[in-house]
């Protein structure tokens, strides 16, 4: 199974980093760099998991 890298940072910038340290901000607003910080470690390994996970699925689906 292969990890498609591009689609992992995207996921990783866009949706960690924005959405998830976003999030985290709000609960800890005394440590911003690190909300975002853990926001996209969390993104790239969310990432990671549905590139592995899905991709090979839609790329299976019958077209």
Aim: hydrophobic share 60%; charged share 5%; glycine share 14%.
């Amino acid at each position: 199974m292969g990890v498609n890298f591009f689609a992992v940072i995207i996921w990783t910038y866009f949706i960690g980093a924005g959405l998830i340290g976003g999030g985290l901000q709000k609960l800890m607003p005394d440590h911003k760099v690190l909300a975002v910080i853990l926001g996209a470690l969390i993104g790239f390994i969310t990432g990671v998991i549905i590139s592995m996970i899905i991709h090979p699925i839609l790329m299976a689906a019958p077209k």
